[in-house]
């Protein structure tokens, strides 16, 4: 069994209706500090932008967000070393060092990486051609934010849930075990 493997967000498509409060809460999450956007009408002077999306595909609704993929083919494509790995196996884009060449964005197979613009103090980022200043975006898992993914926090009809693929395999493991075991006995 592999050691240490990296958190993701799992949808359930049969519960989730597309109201896009995971979108709005990831945005607020991550734009608290940077934008000073609270949770009032009124405090947004920036575009929204999540770390994540939701679609609807024929009758399903969910969001495309990051697997953080044991072997990324996002960070694997980044040649400015701006995505890598954190300390607990989740991969993260450092903004700072992204050029917005979008190769990340061509490697994810899952759609999950896009390239939004990058605002500071309520202001957006622009460069010397007024074009303004684009850097990858991906789900972090809330990374250093209270509470984990706000995405999971917010969901009204608890469709996302945080998966941590060692928890959930050593759960199979002892229940494969525990009904081996009671067959055996019966």
């Known amino acids: 069994m592999a050691e240490n493997m990296s958190c993701y967000v799992l949808c359930d498509p049969n519960k989730c ?4 409060a995971c979108e709005l809460a990831c945005f607020a ?10 949770y009032t009408v009124g405090t947004v002077t920036v575009p929204v932008t999540a770390k994540l999306y939701v679609t609807r ?24 070393h701006a995505i890598y790995r954190d300390e607990n196996k989740q991969v993260i884009v450092d903004e700072s060092k992204c050029i917005g060449c979008k190769d990340c964005v061509m ?30 975006s991906k789900c972090d898992l809330c990374k250093d934010i209270e509470g984990g993914p706000a995405c999971v926090r917010v969901c009204p009809n608890e469709a996302l849930k945080l998966v941590n693929l060692n928890e959930e395999q050593n759960a199979k493991a002892i229940a494969t075990a525990q009904s081996l075991y009671d067959s055996r006995l019966s």
């Open 17 to 20: 209706t597309g109201c896009k």
């Open 29 to 38: 999450e991550h734009n608290k500090k940077k934008n000073n956007v609270g």
């Open 57 to 80: 595909f024929g009758a399903y609704c969910m969001p495309i967000q990051c697997k953080h993929c044991e072997d990324a083919p996002c960070l694997n494509a980044c040649k400015k």
């Open 107 to 136: 490697a994810c197979p899952f759609g999950a990486v896009s390239i939004l613009p990058l605002s500071e103090d309520g202001k957006p980022l622009v460069q010397k051609d007024k074009e303004a200043v684009k850097a990858a």
